[in-house]
């Protein structure tokens, strides 16, 4: 399957500071979506991104997708701590969705 | 409505023993996901799921694994002769049709293969 990388694996950041995730395909992307998943929890959709240097915001999340949507980045200003949790990005192709390894987020308050 | 729901949420089972996992997807939604999840790695796609047609089975990683969905609604995926790297959380997700790309995932089940 279509693979997409997700990096870095782990992020540490004191509570206040700024976060970011990237997800790189070595392919173009129809469309890429990112979720979140709590500690124990199960992953709960996020946003999608289809056109090329696409940028969305929700409060404090930006995404973004690169002008080759070949890659997509997720920013979050001002961490707090209940941004914890492991985020990843997905793409969809025909119907399937393959996901990225995630990036696990920590925050310490 | 209520989400997506699936049972048991933690399964114990002895290597080489069968095992029945059920997901009841939110009604009306005719597009349903397998996926199974390692620990601390990311999800990978197990079966689709569309209506009734025949299903993709394209993530299915051996022929012990098989899954059907009844009348359009519940489905179940079935391990057989499990082996201890069977053990992972077992994550079914539901869509509304299959364009859509928000997926409602089930709170998933716990196998663990001694």
């Known amino acids: 399957g279509q693979q997409v990388m997700q990096i870095p694996q782990y992020q540490h950041v004191q509570e206040g500071e700024d976060f970011t995730t990237y997800c790189n395909s070595s392919t173009t992307l129809s469309n890429i979506q990112w979720y979140k998943q709590r500690p124990g929890g199960h992953p709960v959709f996020l946003i999608q991104l289809v056109k090329s240097g696409e940028v969305k915001k929700q409060k404090r999340l930006t995404f973004q997708f690169g002008e080759a949507k070949k890659n997509s980045s997720l920013h979050i200003t001002a961490t707090q701590t209940t941004d914890v949790g492991t985020y990843f990005c997905a793409q969809e192709n025909f119907n399937k969705f393959y996901f990225g390894s995630g990036t696990k987020l920590n925050v310490k308050p | 409505g209520a989400g997506v729901s699936q049972s048991p949420s933690n399964k114990v089972t002895e290597k080489g023993k069968d095992v029945e996992l059920r997901c009841d997807p939110i009604s009306g939604h005719t597009a349903l996901y397998w996926y199974r999840q390692s620990l601390g790695q990311g999800l990978e796609f197990l079966i689709y799921?569309?209506?009734?047609?025949?299903?993709?089975k394209s993530g299915l990683p051996s022929d012990r694994f098989s899954a059907e969905r009844t009348g359009g609604s519940v489905s179940t995926l079935t391990i057989q002769r499990t082996q201890q790297e069977d053990s992972a959380v077992y994550l079914c997700?539901?869509?509304?049709?299959?364009?859509?790309?928000?997926?409602?995932f089930g709170p998933g089940t716990r196998l663990t293969v001694l």
């Open positions: 799921f569309q209506g009734n047609s025949a299903p993709d």
């Open positions: 997700a539901s869509t509304e049709t299959s364009g859509r790309v928000e997926q409602f």
